[in-house]
């Protein structure tokens, strides 16, 4: 994964210089003296792979460069180089479109979803309160959080489709 690596933090820098005047930028990217200096290039590279390391590591140095949308960069350095469609995924959980399951088919296929996403979350817990929580990695800890989060998003849909369902009711009678 180094040069896929080195790759997208290239393009995601590109797009970001690119896009956000310099003026505007709040993170300060190593750019080389002489673009076709392939050595100069690698030297910056290895140099911007820390500072987006540094963003998405630590919460202090996102918040400090919020505003700037790295991780939306990144996000679109990734679909151009992998046509990987993770614009389109990161698009449907910030702007979700309002299906409402409403088909025996679709209430289905929202309890499969709902019970792997809730499965894997308690699973997850179980791992890591096993001796208390004080000896898991951050890394640990924020990906239980990140799959109980998604357990909590699909339950609400199915609240959801309750309460679309009640509303439906009351607007008939």
Known sequence: MTGAKRAIVARAVDL???????????????????????????????KNIKIIDDFFADNAVRSKHFRDNMEIFVA???????EAGLCEILKQKLFPEQLIPQ?????DQLLVETNSSYTAAVNECLR???NGLGDDSEEE??????KLLSAREMLDKNVGAIEHELNRRKNKQ
């Open 141 to 146: 800890l924020e990906i239980l959080e990140s």
């Open 76 to 82: 679109r350095a990734i679909d151009e180089i992998f």
């Open 103 to 107: 088909t025996e088919g679709q209430l």
């Open 16 to 46: 970001y210089v690119s896009e956000i005047a310099e003026a505007h930028r709040t993170i300060k990217f190593n750019l080389p003296a002489d673009p076709l200096d392939s050595e100069q290039f690698l030297e910056c590279n290895k």
């Open 128 to 130: 890591v309160f096993r």
